[in-house]
């Protein structure tokens, strides 16, 4: 303010009601027996007037039948020029005993022109309003309204360095560069080299670009900038454009800095025909951008860093040398990626003796550090829940079996035939997938119902941590894993239920992304029918294709989506014995391991297992290295309305042995370890 007070709005409007509160005051000093003008003149011409004294503009009048009235008046000389001849007439005539005109007969001045007053006041009012809804006012907000609303750490925040950020080893390799130009510029100037103005900074969401471009700053030591893409965007045009410059004016008052602009898909999408028009407020803003990153000095220490996760709809003029001159990929963290971003995120955690994070970080495959963090939350709220001082290992897994399943709906209510259904349903997810090669091991078989739409689920874990590539036999036995509940639901129940629809989805994603994106299919081959759209956000993709061509494209996937469900039904078909057997002790134990249902297929007792967790694989001995050892049972029984299923008995033919002291051959899984995917696997009824 610099000592002066400024008056805008509020000051204004407080004028007025002040002088409408001087009016009303001044109206309210008159008494209650007040007249107006025309009726003190109907009083004189009836002559009922007996004397009258007037001082200033009020004239009392004393009336014949012994009471008073008074009455204001706006100016004396109106009453004079009206009256003074009718007073005069019945003074001489004895009608009016007595009358006085007080010396002081001055206008009412305030009382005459206060309403042409407030009546200025209010255009003067209104028209303030407008000139500020046009963008012209001069009060202080109107004047910030084209700066940057630009975020910095306070003083008193702890600085973020690399320390805090874990699982981007790669990431910070490259960024670590710009962090000794800033640290120390003379050693790359002294040979002439130039540090990148720009970086860009993509990968999923949840990766953690933010926290990288903040631990650059806190490296470096120096101020850190913030300011989302939205920001610059508002209905007034010019206004992003002008923020983008105050942008720049402020990062070269504190430079050496880092500016960084989150989201800058916001305002950096492409300039074509089909997004923007000649006078579009985001094309104006981007032009404006582009100009600062041409004009602006990088000797001086100013970095530019950007996040987004949509880098295809970006400008080209954006990603050119000379303005963001390098790109990050910020992808999700591998298995020693996960191990450390849990380690950063347990530090203020009490974890008992028994925790293993590497065996949290083997299940939570295809996770990004946000899910982590979420997931060490959860845990630590869980053993608050339970009443333990420390979280345990059971903790941190059932978190995890919390954020992909929800809770478990403990009211719920089924019939025997549905709590029969689902039970087949699941097993035959879990039998697909333990009789088939290059498919996952089983973790867990559950039928209580979630609160995530699921009446049970099938927990498919990788035992190995592995790339994003995929073979062709690996994808088919995706596939048949998830028809294995629908190929359940036909030959065992005889019928078909709604709850296979996500299974479905799931199933013609992959066939889809098989013909159209991989090339895996017999009619196209080695052909590209489409492109990826969203790399980092639903992963979908487009048609390039004809309309014909994308006809013949549906017959290929579903001639994939057969074959697979041909291969799920003969699965189930020559293993239903043992299916009903898994079925029978699913149903009165409602929650199950993989390794149970192995001991009830090779024909020993599920309650002797020692290791509930151990590999559904026969190649693989020993404790499963991503699960407790013991499996914490349903928080509550699925409420039957009839009689429980009883285990059919095992009745061999004759010539054969029994299935539960010997294995037959083609029940016994495949040999030859299989490979394992990065993502968790769930089938939901």
């Not at 962090?179 to 040979?191: A, G, I, N």
């Not at 800095?257 to 916001?266: G, L, M, N, Q, S």
Request: with cysteine; proline share 3%; net charge negative.
């Amino acid at each position: 303010m610099n000592g002066k007070r400024k008056y805008g709005f509020s000051g204004i409007f407080l004028v007025v009601l002040m002088l409408l509160l001087l009016y009303y005051l001044f109206a309210g000093m008159r008494s209650s027996g007040d007249i107006s003008y025309a009726q003190l003149r109907q009083l004189f011409q009836q002559e009922q007037v007996q004397s009258f004294v007037i001082r200033d503009t009020r004239i009392t009048a004393d009336l014949k039948d012994g009471t008073t009235a008074t009455c204001d008046l706006y100016s004396f000389d109106l009453f004079y020029d009206d009256l003074n001849e009718l007073v005069e007439q019945q003074s001489a005539s004895g009608i009016i005993t007595d009358y006085n005109y007080h010396a002081d007969h001055s206008t009412n001045w305030l009382q005459l022109l206060l309403p042409y007053v407030l009546a200025i006041l209010a255009f003067i009012l209104l028209m303030n309003l407008m000139a500020r809804n046009a963008g012209g006012g001069m009060d202080s907000k109107m004047a910030r309204f084209g700066e940057a609303r630009v975020q910095t750490p306070g003083e008193g925040d702890k600085k973020t360095t690399f320390r805090d950020v874990a699982g981007a080893d790669e990431e910070k390799e490259e960024l670590q560069e710009i962090v000794e130009f800033l640290r120390d510029p003379e050693k790359y100037l002294s040979l002439g080299a130039h540090i990148p103005k720009g970086v860009l900074l993509v990968g999923p969401p949840g990766t953690g670009k933010t926290l990288l471009a903040r631990a650059v700053a806190g490296e470096a030591g120096v101020k850190f900038l913030s300011i989302s893409g939205s920001d610059f965007v508002e209905m007034f045009v010019g206004v992003g454009a002008s923020r983008v410059r105050d942008l720049f004016k402020e990062a070269a008052k504190v430079a050496p800095c880092i500016v960084f602009i989150d989201e800058i898909d916001t305002i950096g999408k492409s300039r074509d025909s089909g997004r923007f028009g000649g006078n579009d407020e985001r094309e104006q803003t981007l032009n404006q951008l582009l100009a600062e990153m041409d004009g602006f000095d990088p000797t001086k220490g100013i970095i530019l860093l950007a996040a987004t996760n949509r880098p295809e709809v970006l400008d080209q003029a954006l990603l050119r040398p000379g303005r963001f001159d390098r790109r990050i990929i910020i992808d999700r963290p591998n298995l020693a990626g996960r191990l450390a971003t849990l380690q950063v995120h347990t530090r203020n955690i009490k974890l008992a003796e028994d925790v293993n994070l590497k065996k949290v970080a083997l299940a939570t495959a295809g996770c990004v550090g946000a899910d982590l963090a979420n997931l060490v939350n959860e845990a630590a709220l869980r053993a608050v829940r339970k009443g333990r001082k420390l979280v345990i290992q059971e903790d941190l897994l059932a978190a995890f079996e919390l954020v992909i399943a929800g809770t478990e709906k403990k009211g719920s209510v089924l019939t025997e035939f549905e709590k029969k259904l689902v039970a087949y349903h699941e097993v035959g997810h879990a039998m697909v997938a333990y009789k088939q090669k290059n498919t996952e091991p089983v973790q867990k078989i559950t039928i209580v119902p979630h609160t995530q739409g699921a009446l049970g689920y099938t927990l498919l874990m990788p035992e190995e941590d592995k790339t994003e590539l995929r073979t062709r036999d690996e994808l088919m036995a995706k596939i048949a894993v998830s028809m294995g509940g629908r190929a359940a639901e036909e030959v065992v129940m005889n019928t078909m239920t709604n709850g296979a629809s996500q299974d479905i989805q799931e199933a013609t994603g992959v066939a889809r992304n098989m013909v159209a994106m991989f090339g895996m299919s017999d009619q196209f081959g080695m052909m590209a029918l489409a492109s990826r759209r969203s790399q980092y956000l639903d992963g979908g993709y487009g048609l390039d294709c004809a309309q014909d061509t994308a006809a013949a494209m549906d017959k290929a996937v579903k001639d994939i989506l057969d074959k697979c469900y041909a291969d799920a039904v003969n699965i189930i078909l020559e293993n239903r014995e043992d299916m009903d057997k898994v079925v029978a002790y699913l149903l009165e134990k409602e929650t199950i391991t993989g390794a149970e249902m192995v001991a009830i297929i090779e024909g020993r007792d599920p309650s002797t297992v020692e290791d509930a967790y151990a590999s559904t694989l026969a190649h693989e001995n020993g404790f499963r290295p991503s699960q407790p050892e013991v499996i914490e049972p349903a928080a509550r029984k699925v409420h039957m309305i009839s009689e429980k299923i009883e285990a059919p008995e095992n009745a061999p033919a004759d010539g054969e042995t029994n299935n539960e002291d010997k294995p037959s051959s083609d029940e016994a899984p495949s040999d030859g370890k299989p490979e394992s995917k990065q993502e968790n696997d769930t089938k939901s009824e």
